[in-house]
């Protein structure tokens, strides 16, 4: 039988399923994260569930002022075991579709050398508009990041 995976907005109770997807993540995190998008009208978090399991996430955070025709996406991340199935690309199709009609290009961070994330993003239409050299902090090392971006609407 093919696996039933449903893409959804964050629920109050989802901090446990979200810690599980972020493990390095401390404490509470999860739950104050959990939270504050819950009260936030810019930010939303998409999860994929299967058999009421939190088996992906993606964040989408909308700009304000001069930048309210901008959004951001961050923290894609889809279960080591469920991956290869398509559903890292449910979840961006997802947060690209509940884009509110003032956002007008989507953008993206993502370290040079995570070749499934730069391809994923690719074949959904995001291409390469820079390189920021030390964007991340990874395990005490600054690495390279590529900045992707996608124009919608
Ligand atoms: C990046 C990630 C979210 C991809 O999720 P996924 O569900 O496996 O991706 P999908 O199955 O939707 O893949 C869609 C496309 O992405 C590309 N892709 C995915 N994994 C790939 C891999 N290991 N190597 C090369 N391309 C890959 C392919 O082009 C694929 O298209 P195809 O199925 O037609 O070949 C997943 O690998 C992951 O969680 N990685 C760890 C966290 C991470 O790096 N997040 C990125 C943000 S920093």
Redesign the pocket.
């Given at each position: 039988m093919t696996e039933q995976i449903e893409i959804r907005e964050i629920k109050k109770n989802d901090a446990i399923g979200l810690s599980k997807l972020f493990p390095h993540w401390k404490g509470n995190l999860a739950e104050k994260k959990t939270k504050k998008t819950l009260k936030s009208k810019r930010e939303k978090r998409f999860f994929a569930v299967s058999n009421n399991q939190l088996i992906?996430h993606i964040k989408s955070v909308l700009g304000t002022g001069r930048h309210k025709h901008l959004a951001e996406l961050f923290?894609?991340?889809?279960?080591?075991e469920?991956?290869?199935?398509?559903?890292?690309?449910?979840?961006?199709e997802r947060a690209l579709k509940e884009m509110p009609a003032q956002i007008k290009i989507v953008v993206?961070?993502?370290?040079a050398d995570?070749?499934?994330?730069i391809?994923?993003y690719?074949?959904i239409g995001f291409e390469q508009y820079g390189f920021l050299e030390k964007g991340s902090m990874v395990d005490g090392k600054l690495v390279d990041n590529i900045l992707m971006k996608k124009e919608i609407n």
């Open positions: 992906g923290s894609l991340i889809v279960a080591p469920k991956r290869g199935k398509g559903i890292g690309r449910k979840l961006i993206f961070q993502v370290q995570n070749k499934p994330a391809e994923l690719r074949k």
